[in-house]
């Protein structure tokens, strides 16, 4: 399949650039570079979904929570006046 998609010069310049170091053409960087995102994006969609089944699982109790209500910083215009 062919996509055709627009790319910033400064972008295609990056890649063009590394494409001498990589000993790759540019379909190939492209193609890497895609599968490598959508990896890392899947990966941590796994996590955060994790990270919700073990808080479901096993909520924080109301003195958990409470430790770090006093080592909180929010800021000065946080701060009540």
Known sequence: MTVQIDIDEKVLAEIDANIEVLHQDRETVLRN???DIA???RREAEVAAEYRS??????QTDEEVG???????WGE?????
């Open 33 to 35: 570079g895609l599968l």
């Open 39 to 41: 990896a890392k994006l």
């Open 77 to 81: 215009e946080w701060e009540s006046e």
């Open 54 to 59: 073990a808080y479901q699982k096993h909520p």
């Open 67 to 73: 430790e770090w209500a006093d080592v909180q910083d």
